[in-house]
């Protein structure tokens, strides 16, 4: 091998490669550099890393061809460090030789020359954000270094990893190292560029094995191979760079880093690249690896890697960008235009107003734009609770379910008063009729309160996606239509009192879907007949009774049933009615007639008995029996008076007769009540506040005084709307600046090919049997 056969390095003349894409990757890095953190867009990069001391540095500045890092024994790279180098034209083709830096956060256009000056500033500015106790940031410092020796390559150098925590730095330091590289190479946009050395165990590597973990298909790692002229005399890095030992998809590259004796002696890095070329072609270990050698070889590979990667991720990133360019357009138009003039404000302020009455009739109407797939909304809601709620509660109520057949008998009993009525009263058909309608209230008030909810749902639904930025109109809308609600729920609550006061004020047996007394007293005595038959009366086998008796006392129980009803409910003793029995046949030998027939007897009667024992004389046995037949005691009635359990078949009659009645008018009633409840709500309370709620709001909130003050924005509204505004340039900027790319994809590098034919050749590094393995039996593609 002759040095003829290495690559150029870059300070020979460099084959412009990916001319097209880096650039305008590195100017969409800018671009989003404005928004610091806050970007979610991720740009294709190649991050470097490894471990402390691993040669990072020295191998970036190689790339650059110039000293311009941080150095020392300690940690030196305590912020991410985003690295663009751009190629310009040599003074050969028109350009300059001039080599300089700029810093993003210095003012646009300021060039830095001294490379020493840019080492200073990248040691000021880590101490400025990390502070001076060797802490780490991931508060990224970006650098673009401009030179006609460089290749187009985006950089990210990361902290080195370290085990040890040194000096004042936080004992959790390598975890905070992992996180942070982790961080920027798990994304799918990033390539890993691992540098390990090579007087360490390749297998042990900590670049290797953090890539492996965000990349466990080696298909975004390259591996660097550093200090291959240190390593132990006999042995050589051949194996690794071949990829025998952990393989990798992209391969290794393998570089000789300048040592610190080189460092203290200012040697230079092209001093330094050409001592490379001679290292490679003393050793014959390296003959025929061409492609994986050397600095400028590494510089090349990095170039066409991203570039195709760049290419790869280019559809994902437009995507991306257009992706965040239409919500933050449509964050940004849903902050509104400011307008300052009073009649603009004014304007708008009429143009809300009018918006919300027509979003609001529309729901209501089932007219609305945004009308929902998914459930009922609106005017349909409030016919559910009309139909289905409302009408079906009543239709399920029975009349009759809290009245027993003792309450109606109690009533009844309680309409005669003092006499006995030998026919049904009206006054307990009335009195139970009119209990039974006023249940219908409760429930006719709460329908009316469940469409007053309904509606203030309603409300808030209207609310436009404008109003979030005028806090203090939005409140005031809502405060004015809650109070116009309620005004409007109050006459719909009077005209349902009203309804349920006129069908209880006047009970019209006259409808002609009354059931009628005809008609009741036929159906119940129907119901009574199948009642008896259903549970007949069982009698005592051994109950003699002569017949002529039992006729006369079913005559006479008969009679009294049919002349009148019983007193009270209260059946007489049947010792007493035998007493009256006897006093009719007059037998003179019975001792005890004449107290029990002075019950039944007139006033003579009694008198004649009185005189006759009067004029008799007595003995004071006789004399105690007078005094014991003349003094009648009563027992006092219970402060409770309750019917006798026990009734009879007219009081069952009477009683069916009661409950056809009562269930006959109250269905009529509930039919009333059912359409007429509807009918009040939807004209005192729905209706109305579609009529009338644009003219309460012309009326409450569009005055002259009040205009100012309802379309004043909150500040952290203003804030918001202008870092959308800022956002929205950007991506807009963004967009276009991804418009600048050609149509059509370009070879980079003859030899180099992209799309179907990349294929069928691999790129340096990669061409070896996919069956390789490692020692331990297990491979990496």
């Not at 993003?104 to 490379?115: A, M, P, S, T």
Request: net charge neutral; hydrophobic share 35%.
């Amino acid at each position: 091998m002759s040095v003829d056969d290495l690559p150029p390095s870059p300070a020979s003349a460099v084959t412009p490669l990916g001319s097209s894409v880096i650039p305008i990757v590195n100017k969409l890095q800018d671009i989003f550099a404005q928004l610091g953190s806050q970007s979610s867009i991720k740009l294709p990069q190649v991050a470097v890393v490894g471990s402390q001391s691993s040669g990072k540095s020295s191998v970036l500045e190689a790339l650059v061809g110039r000293d311009f890092l941080p150095r020392g024994n300690d940690i030196c790279t305590r912020r991410p460090l985003l690295l663009q180098l751009v190629q310009t034209k040599p003074r050969s083709e028109g350009g300059s030789d001039e080599e300089w830096g700029e810093f993003l956060h210095h003012e646009v256009g300021k060039r830095i020359y001294d490379f020493s000056e840019i080492r200073r500033e990248i040691e000021a500015e880590t101490n400025r954000v990390s502070g001076v106790n060797k802490d780490v940031t991931d508060n990224p410092i970006r650098l673009k270094i401009y030179s006609p020796n460089v290749l187009d390559i985006s950089l990210v150098d990361l902290p080195g990893i370290t085990k040890v925590p040194v000096g004042d730095q936080p004992t959790d330091i390598e975890a905070r190292i992992r996180t942070m590289i982790l961080s920027y190479i798990k994304e799918s946009s990033c390539l890993i560029l691992a540098v390990t050395p090579a007087n360490s165990d390749l297998a042990n590597s900590d670049a290797l094995q953090i890539a492996g973990n965000a990349d466990p298909d080696g298909h975004r790692t390259i591996g660097v191979i550093t200090k291959l002229d240190i390593m132990d005399r006999g042995t050589d890095a051949r194996n690794h760079l071949l990829g025998k030992t952990i393989p990798l998809r992209l391969g290794y590259v393998g570089v000789v880093n300048r040592s610190q004796e080189d460092i203290l002696m200012n040697r230079s890095i092209k001093d330094a690249l050409i001592a490379e070329e001679k290292f490679f072609l003393s050793r014959p270990a390296y003959s025929g690896l061409t492609d994986r050698l050397g600095v400028p070889q590494l510089a090349k590979k990095l170039n066409q890697i991203l570039v195709q990667h760049i290419r790869t991720m280019l559809p994902t990133l437009k995507s991306r960008i257009n992706t965040a360019l239409f919500a933050t357009a449509k964050e940004y138009e849903s902050y509104g235009a400011i307008r300052e003039s009073r009649g603009g404000q004014g304007a708008l302020l009429l143009s809300f107003l009018t918006k919300y009455c027509e979003a609001y009739s529309s729901t209501l109407e089932g007219k609305s734009k945004e009308m929902s797939t998914s459930e009922l909304s609106g005017g349909a809601r409030i016919l559910y609770i009309f139909q289905s709620v409302f009408v079906k509660s009543l239709e399920e109520v029975d009349p009759c379910e809290d009245l027993t057949d003792e309450d109606i008998r109690t009533a009844i009993q309680n309409a005669t008063g003092p006499r006995s009525a030998l026919f049904v009263p009206d006054v307990p058909f009335e009195v139970l009729v009119r209990r039974q309608i006023s249940r219908l209230l409760d429930p006719s008030l709460q329908c009316a309160r469940f469409i007053y909810d309904e509606l203030i749902k309603i409300s808030h639904q209207c609310m436009m996606t404008e109003l979030q930025r005028f806090p203090v109109l939005q409140k005031r809308m809502d405060e004015v239509i809650g109070n116009f609600l309620r005004e409007g729920l109050e006459p719909s609550q009077a005209m349902i009192r009203d309804i349920i006061d006129m069908e209880m004020d006047y009970i019209n047996t006259s409808h002609p879907n009354f059931i009628g007394g005809t008609k009741a007293v036929e159906l119940a005595m129907q119901q009574v007949k199948s009642s008896r038959i259903s549970h007949p009366v069982t009698r005592p086998k051994d109950t003699t009774v002569e017949p002529e008796k039992a006729a006369s006392s079913a005559s006479q129980i008969k009679t009294r049933s049919f002349l009148g009803r019983q007193a009270n409910g209260i059946i007489a003793d049947q010792g007493v009615l035998a007493a009256a029995d006897a006093e009719k046949s007059g037998p003179a030998g019975n001792t005890t007639w004449s107290g029990f027939s002075s019950i039944f007897r007139g006033s003579d009667g009694q008198a004649a008995a009185k005189n006759n024992l009067l004029n008799k004389p007595l003995s004071e046995a006789a004399q105690n029996e007078y005094q014991n037949l003349s003094t009648i005691y009563l027992k006092e009635p219970p402060t409770v008076l309750r019917s006798s359990e026990n009734h009879s078949e007219q009081e069952s009659v009477e009683i069916q007769i009661t409950k056809l009645l009562l269930k006959s008018y109250y269905d009529i009633v509930r039919k009333n009540v059912e359409d007429l409840v509807p009918k009040a709500i939807m004209h005192f309370l729905v209706n109305y506040s579609k009529r009338e709620l644009h003219n309460v709001f012309i009326e409450k909130l569009y005055r002259e005084n009040l205009i100012e003050e309802l379309l004043k924005e909150p500040d952290e509204l203003a804030i918001k709307r202008k870092r959308t505004q800022e956002t929205l340039r950007i991506l807009q900027q963004a967009n276009r600046t991804l418009d600048e790319l050609p149509l059509e994809a370009e070879s980079v590098e003859r030899g180099y090919r992209i799309g179907s034919e990349a294929k069928h050749e691999e790129l340096p590094g990669t061409r070896r049997s996919r069956t390789e393995t490692n020692g331990n039996g297990n491979g990496r593609f």
